[in-house]
């Protein structure tokens, strides 16, 4: 038994590398929903409806975890999954709260109350959907007080990272930084709220500046699903290698996946 690992197109890849970095003996099954990508500017029934079919082709594959490395689909549609639709047998978990315990320096299963933390001021980076869905606020909150969240939707930046414009992403990294700098001048901390931006990382950190901790999710999920596994070793089962699917072009996708991660993936037909 796999575990899957969806995202909205080749964000996620970012994800699965750390995964099977740390966890090499891992069989994992990768699924990009590169026909439909981008999710950010879709509203939250559409996002729903596509991360649920993501999610139950991988479940035919026989991936009976999940992880939503999207972001979009983690704020848009988790919860609603889990709490509606997620058969008993089956787990779905997100992105959001490996990245919130790491600012917040909070354990897993840590249930006690919100606390003050030593960052005050947070930049989230993100897409417009996951921006006005607020569930990176919500979150925070149920662990964290008195920390100001400024949130910028970087509209453009997957369109140009799917399309494989890299000089063009970057641009629009650098414009969404200086907007969001209008507003909070001195950020202590970066969220990169999107699965696809740790792909153009370096812009963000040199838009921002060397004195601004820039937080990335893949290293922190890939650690989160660690200790998960150790906790329900039922959920990881014998499996064989890993798998790339998309419901795009396979050819096209493979070419523009190996020349973002600078290794040669190839897709099949989901």
Not at 116 to 134: D, I, M, N, Q, Y
Not at 233 to 243: I, K, T, W, Y
Request: hydrophobic residues 45%; aromatic residues 6%.
């Amino acid at each position: 038994m796999a575990v899957g690992v969806f995202d909205s197109g080749l964000g996620g890849l970012t994800v699965l590398a750390a995964i099977a970095a740390r966890m090499p003996d891992l069989p994992l099954v990768y699924l990009g929903d590169n026909a439909h990508t981008p999710y950010g500017v879709r509203d939250a029934e559409d996002i729903f409806q596509l991360t649920c079919a993501g999610v139950e082709r991988l479940w035919a594959e026989g991936c009976d975890l999940v992880i939503l490395a999207c972001n979009t689909a983690s704020a848009a549609a988790l919860r609603r999954m889990q709490e509606t639709w997620l058969p008993a047998d089956k787990r779905v978990l997100g992105v959001f709260v490996p990245m919130i315990e790491a600012l917040t320096e909070r354990r897993w299963g840590d249930n006690s109350p919100p606390r003050e933390v030593a960052v005050k001021h947070v930049a989230l980076f993100a897409t417009p959907a996951t921006v006005a869905s607020r569930a990176f606020q919500r979150e925070l909150a149920f662990r964290a007080i008195g920390v100001d969240v400024e949130a910028q939707p970087c509209g453009g930046v997957v369109d140009a990272i799917e399309q494989g414009d890299e000089i063009l992403a970057e641009a629009l990294v650098t414009s969404h930084v200086e907007a969001l700098l209008r507003r909070m001048p001195h950020p202590e901390a970066a969220i990169l709220g999107c699965t696809h931006y740790p792909l153009v990382q370096a812009a963000f950190q040199k838009a921002l500046g060397p004195d601004v901790a820039v937080y990335s999710q893949p290293q922190l999920v890939a650690e989160s699903l660690d200790d998960y596994l150790k906790r329900h070793p039922e959920m990881q089962g014998a499996g064989g290698d890993s798998r790339f699917l998309t419901t795009g072009e396979p050819g096209r996708v493979s070419g523009k996946a190996t020349q973002f991660l600078r290794h040669s993936i190839r897709f099949e037909p989901a």
